[in-house]
C-alpha cells in the first residue's frame, strides 16, 4: 500500500533499525495498519524502547499524500518475547483512535483494541449472534472477553442489563 511505502522510505531514511527477537536488539518491532470501514486508518508502530523517534520526516511524506492517516501511534514493547503490542502507548499524530460504525452505533476503536477486520461480515455474525440469542428486555446478558463492547452494547438494545468483562483497560475504555 502507499502507507507501507512511506514507512518503508522513512525507515530507509532516518536510519530506524529492525528488531532482532533472538537479541533483542533493534527499535522497529512491527508494523500495524488498522483501517475501517470509512477508510480511515490508523498507524501503529511497535518499539522496543520507551522514548519514541522522530515523526517529521514520515509525517511530511503522508499527511498530504495519505488524507485517510487519522493517527499515529507508537506502541512500547521493551519485553523479550514475541508479544506484538506493548502495555504503554505514545500518540504521535492525531487522536490515537478511529470510528467505527457497527449495527448503527458508533464505536471509538484504538490501538489496543480488538475489533473484527471483515466490516460487512462483522455485521453480518453480530446480528446473526443477537437474532439466535433472543434477547428479550427481561434478560440480563454477560458479554465475557467483550473487548469494546460491540455485542454487549449491541445487546443493550434489546436487554434489561448487559455485563461486559474484559481485561484489556484500553479496550473498556473504548466501550
Excluded at 527499535?27 to 522522530?54: K, Y
Excluded at 514493547?77 to 502495555?87: D, R
Aim: charged share 20%.
Amino acid at each position: 500500500s502507499l502507507l507501507m511505502s512511506q514507512v518503508r522510505s522513512w525507515i530507509v531514511h532516518d536510519g530506524l533499525s529492525i528488531y532482532d527477537e533472538s537479541g533483542h536488539t533493534g527499535l522497529l518491532r512491527h508494523i500495524v495498519v488498522r483501517t475501517v470501514s470509512s477508510g480511515e486508518m490508523m498507524l501503529t508502530i511497535v518499539i522496543n524502547s520507551i522514548e519514541a523517534p522522530d515523526i517529521k520526516n514520515l509525517l511530511k511524506r503522508c499527511t498530504y499524500v495519505i488524507p485517510e492517516l487519522k493517527s499515529i501511534v507508537f506502541s512500547h514493547n521493551t519485553e523479550k518475547g514475541n508479544v506484538i503490542l506493548g502495555s504503554k502507548e505514545t500518540v504521535a499524530y492525531g487522536s490515537g483512535y478511529l470510528k467505527e460504525r457497527i449495527c448503527g452505533l458508533d464505536f471509538m476503536v484504538s490501538a489496543h483494541s480488538f475489533m473484527q477486520v471483515n466490516h460487512g461480515g462483522m455485521e453480518l455474525l453480530y446480528s446473526n449472534v443477537m437474532k439466535t440469542a433472543g434477547i428479550s428486555d427481561d434478560d440480563i446478558v454477560l458479554d465475557l472477553f467483550c473487548g469494546i463492547g460491540t455485542m454487549s452494547l449491541i445487546a443493550a438494545k434489546r436487554a434489561k442489563r448487559v455485563y461486559g468483562i474484559e481485561i484489556v483497560e484500553d479496550a473498556v475504555k473504548d466501550a
